[in-house]
């Protein structure tokens, strides 16, 4: 029983993949050549070097955006960069409601620092306890919203672009470690 659910599972999938793949299919709709042309290209679903490096900078901005669309986000932004689809994808679930405390709290301190600088910050510290009523939630949201948002994309900016180098870096010095190795080889044989 299990292996017809497979076999039929297997079938279907790539009845949609070879739907999706004809060319009359692609040239007929502009929504379907952009799904192509983003989602369809193998370079984003093989881990290279750039495409590696890209989506773990994608993964890592969108994890440091408190927001509840993560993961399309994540997706349509790597897609759009030509980087890998699944690393973005899972790194987006690093933020989770362990990690929201941490990682919203540090957001807040840097949008607070960073507003200071140029404009005026809220003056009403931020609330430790759920607001009582929906007016009370809403002047809330209302006040520090701007300040999480501000701190997660300069937060967000500064990591992606750190966990672009190092992870660029690392693949460089991993393949060079083994480059030598072969040459090591090489030669002793």
């Not at 890209?54 to 994890?63: E, K, L, Q, S």
């Not at 510290?125 to 997660?152: C, R, T």
């Amino acid at each position: 029983m299990i292996a017809l659910i497979q076999g039929w599972f297997r079938r279907s999938v790539f009845k949609t993949i070879r739907f999706l793949k004809h060319p009359r299919k692609l040239r007929e709709r502009p929504v379907m050549r952009w799904f192509a042309r983003h989602f369809l290209d193998k370079r984003v679903w093989r881990p290279t070097q750039h495409t590696l490096a890209g989506g773990m900078a994608v993964g890592m901005f969108i994890t440091l955006q408190l927001l509840p669309i993560q993961t399309p986000s994540a997706i349509i932004l790597a897609a759009i960069f030509r980087v890998n689809i699944p690393i973005a994808i899972a790194l987006c679930w690093l933020s989770n409601p362990f990690t929201f405390v941490p990682i919203g709290g540090l957001e807040y301190a840097i949008g607070k620092w960073f507003l200071a600088l140029y404009t005026q910050v809220p003056t009403t510290p931020f609330p430790n306890h759920l607001p009582d009523s929906l007016v009370d939630a809403w002047i809330v949201l209302k006040e520090h919203a701007p300040v999480m948002l501000i701190g997660g994309i300069l937060l967000g900016a500064v990591v992606s672009v750190l966990s672009y180098v190092i992870t660029w870096s690392s693949w460089e010095i991993g393949s060079r470690i083994e480059l030598a190795r072969k040459l090591r080889g090489a030669r002793s044989a």
